[in-house]
């Protein structure tokens, strides 16, 4: 079992940033890739970002390139999604989730493990 929590969200004015943060327990954080999505009321699940286990790779929604940035720190069992130039439609709640393998990180359906969410709203 891997256990994740985020933290980070809140309400900010568009054009501002945020930084999410995910920590994982239970298992060995460094072997699975981790990813961010986002979801709001009546809407599906939405892949924002996702990255490997070891951080080299990256895959970024083209809704968010350029704008938000992933990272992990394996000491920490920690992966972060930095947030920057933040726009009203980015409102949502923001969920981390965890996988084993690189294969289909933007796919939802392929994390086994999913953190409660963290609220992020953009006012304009």
């Known amino acids: 079992q891997v256990q994740l929590v985020e933290s980070g969200g809140g309400l900010v004015q568009a054009g501002g940033s945020l930084r999410l943060s995910c920590a994982a327990s239970?298992?060995?954080?460094?072997?699975?890739?981790m990813g961010w999505f986002r979801q709001t009321p009546g809407k599906e699940r939405e892949f924002v970002a996702a990255?490997?286990?070891?951080?080299?790779?990256?895959y970024y929604a083209d809704s968010v390139k350029g704008r938000f940035t992933i990272s992990r720190d394996n000491a920490k069992d920690t992966v972060y999604m930095q947030m920057s130039s933040l726009k009203p439609e980015d409102t949502a709640v923001y969920y981390c989730?965890?996988?084993?393998?690189?294969?289909?990180?933007?796919?939802?359906?392929?994390?086994?493990?999913w953190g409660q969410g963290t609220q992020v709203t953009v006012s304009s």
């Open positions: 989730a965890a996988k084993l393998g690189t294969k289909s990180m933007g796919d939802g359906a392929a994390y086994g493990y």
């Open positions: 239970g298992r060995t954080f460094s072997n699975y890739a």
């Open positions: 990255i490997s286990w070891g951080g080299g790779i990256t």
